[in-house]
């Protein structure tokens, strides 16, 4: 069993940066490829990065491509999402979530989720 528990959140003008964590518990963390998604109130929740085992590979929605960076630290059993060029469609609960491989999280097919940390993004 993974308990995640997002942090990090909360309200940033257009054009800022925010840093989300998600602290893992138990002595697996390293065994999980590690996922973030976000769901905007009426729509679907949708994948945003993903990273290895490793930390070294890495896969990110065309949307925040070139804005977001996925790192973890397995030592502290913690993934972050760095979040720069901050846009108001970026507004959403953000989620983290642990899985078997890249292919099953971009599809959502995940093991344990968070519960989810809001980020709201003013214009």
């Known amino acids: 069993q993974v308990q995640l528990v997002e942090s990090g959140g909360g309200l940033v003008q257009a054009g800022g940066s925010l840093r989300l964590s998600c602290a893992a518990s138990?002595?697996?963390?390293?065994?999980?490829?590690m996922g973030w998604f976000r769901q905007a109130p009426g729509l679907e929740r949708e994948f945003v990065a993903a990273?290895?085992?490793?930390?070294?590979?890495?896969n990110y929605a065309d949307s925040v491509k070139g804005r977001f960076t996925i790192t973890r630290d397995n030592a502290k059993n913690t993934v972050y999402l760095q979040m720069n060029s901050l846009k108001p469609e970026d507004t959403a609960v953000y989620y983290c979530?642990?899985?078997?491989?890249?292919?099953?999280?971009?599809?959502?097919?995940?093991?344990?989720w968070g519960q989810g940390t809001q980020v709201t993004v003013s214009s």
């Open positions: 138990g002595r697996t963390f390293s065994s999980y490829v």
């Open positions: 979530a642990a899985g078997a491989s890249i292919a099953t999280i971009v599809n959502l097919s995940v093991d344990y």
């Open positions: 990273v290895t085992r490793s930390g070294q590979g890495t």
